[in-house]
C-alpha cells in the first residue's frame, strides 16, 4: 500500500473512546471531539498512516463523527479545503476495537500487531528505537491504541501485544491531550531521523 507522502502504510492508529477511564478510575465511553478526528487524521495523513479509526459503542457519537468527516469529504466542505479532505479519507469510524483490527487486517491481508499506550506505562514495556526497529524490519503491520479521557482500560493494556513506553517530559506532569501525544508517538515512530534520534 503506498503512501502519497512516502512514509510508513504499514501502521495505523485506534482512538478509543471505550473501554477507558475517568478521574476516578471508573470505566467509561468519552465523548468524541471534532479536535481529535481532525487533528489525528491529519497526522495519519502527514506520516502516511494506512488508517484511522475512531472508536466508539455508542450510535450517536458514530452519527456525530460520520457527520464531521462527510462535511469535509463532500461537496462544499471537499472544494473548499482538499488537504482536509485527504487527512479525513483515513478516517474509519467503528464500534469496538475488534472492529477496527479485524478490518485492518483484511485491508492488509494479514494479522496486525496491537501496541497499546498510555501515560503509566509498563514493566515490559517497548521503547521507541525497539518499536521502530521492528516496523522497519518486520513484515507485520501495526495498529497503535490510543485511550481518551484517563487512558485505555487494563483489558485494552492487557490483550495488546505490546505497550509502548510512555511519552514523558522533564517533569512529574504527565496529562497530555491525546491528539498532541499521537502526533509524538508518531514523529517519533515514523519522522525523519537523518539528524539523529
Not at 479545503?81 to 469510524?93: E, G, M, Q, Y
Not at 482500560?153 to 496529562?175: C, F
Amino acid at each position: 500500500m503506498a503512501s502519497e507522502t512516502g512514509s510508513c502504510s504499514k501502521v495505523a492508529i485506534a482512538l478509543l473512546h471505550y473501554p477507558v477511564y475517568d478521574k476516578n478510575h471508573r470505566v467509561v465511553a468519552t465523548a468524541v471531539t471534532n479536535l481529535d478526528i481532525h487533528d489525528i487524521a491529519r497526522t495519519a495523513r502527514t506520516f502516511g498512516l494506512a488508517r484511522y479509526y475512531v472508536v466508539t459503542p455508542v450510535p450517536e457519537q458514530r452519527e456525530l463523527s460520520r457527520r464531521i468527516v462527510r462535511h469535509w469529504q463532500e461537496g462544499w466542505g471537499a472544494g473548499y479545503n482538499p488537504k482536509r479532505k485527504a487527512a479525513l479519507d483515513l478516517v474509519s469510524i467503528v464500534s469496538t476495537l475488534d472492529e477496527a483490527a479485524s478490518g485492518l487486517e483484511k485491508e492488509f491481508g494479514g494479522p496486525v500487531v496491537t501496541v497499546a499506550t498510555g501515560a503509566g506505562g509498563a514493566p515490559n514495556s517497548v521503547s521507541y528505537a525497539g518499536l521502530r526497529d521492528m516496523i522497519r524490519g518486520e513484515d507485520a503491520r501495526f495498529l497503535l491504541l490510543l485511550g481518551t479521557g484517563w487512558g485505555l482500560a487494563t483489558e485494552v493494556m492487557k490483550r495488546a501485544d505490546y505497550i509502548l513506553e510512555p511519552v514523558s517530559g522533564p517533569g512529574s506532569y504527565n496529562h497530555l491531550a491525546v491528539r498532541s501525544a499521537a502526533a509524538i508517538i508518531v514523529d517519533r515512530l515514523l519522522g525523519d531521523r537523518a539528524g539523529g534520534d
